[in-house]
């Protein structure tokens, strides 16, 4: 039985859902915004976050996204049956996974069950990295600040142009870098980086022990860094099975990132697929604000706990170095909680900004809110 086939079949009743918006401002120089999606039926909430990228799509689609008519009794093969002409994979990939996920959320909790429980395995302590990039001009410090306010830590850092040989060589020394992002498969957005071959052979030569993750998708990229095949790792191109069988080689290691895939099914299916070929992998994160954040944690401590996953907690997404935060790797919960998540409770506060036809106002995302605190309901 595939791990797809132990879920999809878990009861689920969905009587009402809501959206509620939130942003950040974080460490790649920009405004985050997500949704999170909330499904409400026989006393239980389950949460999603779609992270589409686009901060202007949020409110453009809030409004037809809050009229869907979700109600449904069945199980949870076919409410994403139900979502598929509504959020069709193809074209709505990451607001597709922003139900499917709250969905997943809904099901394991009306059913008494943690995702580790659904499909027989448990949950392991979570190795993970923190994604950053070094400031204009970039600065290795950035990197040995949060060194010394927490000596645990390991990195997934973005390459630029503008990485000197002696700045790759500081940030070698720390021993520290585990995954270093060519960003060459990214187009129109804050983060694209040209294919550059200076670049490339500097971080070839600087970094010999380190995935190199989405180089340029052409020939001649490919071919400068041939003697570094088995340490390419995919992200940006990998939707499904399909595009990784094909890649123009094997590839070194997926970086699964569950809002590429769009729908559970999918998803499980990459994850099995790479595990039957000896595939690595390693859990990818897209600035969660929410709830996505707990899902990308709690998908790694079951598939790829001692991997190099970029799955770090919230709080090292923004802001300086700082002491205080959660030293690597991340603990489990025993037993772990019911539901598509890590803490017991909802737990997490959002220090994020969400508009309601009013003033901007702090939006809590607790099961209670601290006192004096105005919350919000979400839409819908």
Known sequence: MTDYARVAGL????????????????????????????????????????VTYDAAA??????????????????????????????????????????ESAALDLALRQNGLSLGGALGVGERP???????RLGDPPDAMVVLGWLEAQPSLEFKLDAQSSWSPDLCRALADTGRVRVVDLKGAYRGTPVDQDFDPALYRRVVESFPDVWIEDPAPCDEALELIADAQDRISWDAPIHSVADIQALASRPGAINIKPSRFGSLARLLEAIGFCQAESIPMYGGGQFELGPGRDHI???????????????????????????????????????????????RSLGYVVHVATKAGGPVRQMYMNARRPPGVDCLTPSG
């Open 11 to 50: 009861s689920l009743a969905v009587k009402g859902h809501g959206l509620a918006s939130l942003s950040r401002d974080v460490s790649s120089g920009f405004t985050r915004v997500t949704t999170v999606v909330t499904l409400r039926g026989a006393g239980e909430e389950g949460r999603g976050e779609d």
């Open 58 to 99: 949020h409110e453009a689609v809030l409004p037809v996204h809050s009229r869907f008519d979700l109600r449904y009794e069945g199980d949870l093969a076919g409410f994403s049956a139900l979502l598929e002409p509504l959020l069709p994979l193809e074209t709505e990939a990451y607001s597709r996974w922003g139900f």
């Open 126 to 132: 979570t190795r993970f990295v923190v994604s950053t």
């Open 297 to 343: 944690q709690t998908l790694a401590s079951i598939f790829y706990p001692d991997s190099p996953n970029d799955v770090a907690p919230r709080d090292y997404n923004h802001g300086s170095p700082r002491q205080g935060l959660p030293a690597n790797p991340l603990e489990t919960y025993s037993p772990p909680p019911a539901g598509f998540r890590r803490a």
